[in-house]
């Protein structure tokens, strides 16, 4: 097992399926289970439903007077538009415009905000900014992060949460889930329509059976961490370090990444005022030195992290996860690419753990319009 300080509540459930409890985070976290083929938790989750334990996410009460304006200067977001039972996907940035992490904002009350960090130093920089301000910080790892994800989610959840069907996306709600007081929240990792389940360390254990014992008629099944690296090539989600400049860097720069470069300028909302590196973000645009960008692979093996793109005669690119879909028949890549050949149908070859010709392909592979997750009802 990984020597983590953060301790799972589901940690023997991991064990009994046949994980290791590899670190993440700094908890020991379910890359892979002897007990479910990573193919067979990919598919569950496009066409039935998977259940997950993500709690190795930093899960953040910010709470007072000024957290509001803590985070509307240290994010990309207008957290004024927030509403409690409501919640966004926003970015953070250095000073020099660059991105650190990621994280989902939810508001839970007027003073009152839960913030879900991934593997980026967004937490300390929120921390040392809240020093000297009204405003509490605590650190809730007692909280544990269950995640329903797939399209028959919607329908298990039906049966025992009232109103569960018109919560719409980026929305949560409190209630109880098997006589447990819950926050269930309309988000995921996956690009499929999907619930996180968030609740007390002493009653993750009872939900995750129940949810395992109930949902077997409809084929839901426990699904270990690294399926998400399958699901996020095909639905565009990024995964801090594993597609930035921490893990592949510059010959000649320090690391770091625009929201541009990384297609994440999206998440800097239009009515957005002054906000740590959003004046250097603006003096970003049209300066990008690579694009994030899908590769599509000819042949039915997956590209490794690390295999190289190459095109008229020079190396354009690296791959940064890649896989196989026996759901579609198609080899798929996310890569970090020369601008000039991040175009729909640019003619590449991979060279490394695979050899074979590629195109590159535009982002996300499955439901580019995001119709599921969205989807109503």
């Given at each position: 097992m990984a020597n983590s300080w953060r301790i799972s509540a589901l940690s023997e459930r991991h064990r009994a399926l046949g994980s290791k409890l590899e670190d993440w985070n700094g908890m020991g976290t379910a890359w892979t289970y002897e007990a479910t083929d990573l193919a067979d938790a990919h598919e569950a989750i496009r066409t039935r439903a998977g259940l997950m334990d993500v709690s190795g996410l930093k899960k953040v009460h910010y709470v007072g007077p000024h957290a509001e304006s803590l985070l509307e200067y240290a994010t990309s977001r207008d957290i004024a538009k927030l509403y409690p039972g409501k919640s966004v996907y926003a970015t953070i940035l250095n000073d020099a415009g660059k991105f650190i992490d990621d994280c989902v904002i939810y508001r839970?009350?007027?003073?009152?905000f839960m913030v879900v960090h991934g593997a980026g130093s967004g937490y300390e920089m929120l921390v040392r900014s809240a020093q000297g301000r009204q405003v509490a910080v605590l650190f809730d790892d007692d909280l544990h992060d269950l995640s329903l994800q797939g399209p028959l989610a919607v329908d298990f959840l039906a049966e025992h949460v009232p109103g569960i069907r018109e919560l719409p996306y980026f929305h949560h709600l409190q209630t109880k889930l098997f006589g447990c007081p819950v926050m269930i929240s309309r988000t995921g990792y996956t690009g499929e329509r999907g619930y996180e389940i968030f609740c007390k360390a002493a009653d993750a254990p009872l939900i995750w059976d129940t949810i395992l014992e109930k949902g077997q008629p409809m084929g839901i099944i426990p699904c270990a961490f690294t399926a998400l690296d399958w699901l996020r090539v095909e639905s565009y989600?990024?995964?801090?370090?594993?597609?930035?400049?921490?893990?592949?860097?510059?010959?000649?720069q320090a690391a770091g990444d625009s929201l541009w470069e990384l297609g994440l300028d999206f998440t800097v909302s239009p009515t957005k005022a002054e906000f740590r590196g959003g004046l250097e973000h603006a003096r970003l645009k049209g300066k990008e030195r690579f694009r994030i960008f899908g590769v599509l692979l000819e042949g039915e093996q997956a590209a490794a992290g690390g295999d190289t793109l190459w095109a008229d005669g020079k190396q354009v690119g690296v791959i940064t996860c890649g896989m196989y879909s026996r759901l579609?028949?198609?080899?798929?890549?996310?890569?970090?690419?020369?601008?000039?050949?991040?175009?729909?149908?640019?003619?590449?070859?991979?060279?490394?753990?695979?050899?074979?010709?590629?195109?590159?392909?535009?982002?996300?592979?499955d439901d580019p319009e995001k119709k599921k997750r969205t989807a109503k009802g």
């Open positions: 839970t009350g007027p003073n009152a989600l990024l995964f801090f370090p594993y597609d930035n400049s921490e893990m592949y860097p510059f010959a000649d579609t028949g198609k080899s798929m890549a996310i890569a970090r690419m020369e601008v000039p050949y991040a175009e729909q149908g640019c003619p590449l070859e991979v060279r490394g753990s695979v050899n074979v010709k590629a195109i590159a392909h535009a982002m996300p592979f």
